[in-house]
Nanobody, 124 residues
Framework: QVQLVESGGGLVQTGGSLRLSCAAS????????VGWFRQAPGKEREFVAS????????YYADSVKGRFTISRDYAKNTVYLQMNSLKPEDTAVYYC?????????????????WGQGTQVTVSS
C-alpha cells in the first residue's frame, strides 16, 4: 500500500520561496515516478515536476523550469519540491503523486496514488 503525505504549503509574497515535502511509504522500484501536480480554482490539474524514485531524471514543466527543483532524500523517503521566485500564478493546491507508467508522465491518469494536497498562495 502506497501512502503519500504532503506538507509545507503556506502563504508567501511574490518572489519568495517555499519547500514542499512528500513523505512516501510503501515499496518502490528505482524507476517508480514521484511527481507534483497543482490545481488552481476553476482550472485543470497540471503537471509541475517529477523524479524517479532512484533520484534520477528530474523533469519539469516549462512554467517552473529554472525556479523549482525536485529532489529526493533517501534516508527520509521524502521527495521535496523547492519553489523559488514564486509568482501569483503559482497559487494552487499542490499534490504529490506516484506511479509506474512511462516516464516522464505529465498527465494525471498516468499516476496511481495521490496525496491530500497542500495549499500554496502567492500574494502580489
Amino acid at each position: 500500500q502506497v501512502q503519500l503525505v504532503e506538507s509545507g504549503g503556506g502563504l508567501v509574497q511574490t518572489g519568495g520561496s517555499l519547500r514542499l515535502s512528500c513523505a512516501a511509504s510503501g515499496r518502490f522500484s528505482a524507476t517508480y515516478a514521484v511527481g507534483w501536480f497543482r490545481q488552481a480554482p476553476g482550472k485543470e490539474r497540471e503537471f509541475v515536476a517529477s523524479i524517479r524514485w532512484s533520484g534520477a531524471s528530474p523533469y519539469y514543466a516549462d512554467s517552473v523550469k529554472g525556479r523549482f527543483t525536485i529532489s529526493r532524500d533517501y534516508a527520509k523517503n521524502t521527495v521535496y519540491l523547492q519553489m523559488n521566485s514564486l509568482k501569483p500564478e503559482d497559487t494552487a493546491v499542490y499534490y504529490c503523486t506516484g506511479g509506474n507508467s512511462d516516464y516522464p508522465a505529465v498527465t494525471p491518469h498516468n499516476y496511481d496514488y495521490w496525496g491530500q494536497g497542500t495549499q500554496v498562495t502567492v500574494s502580489s
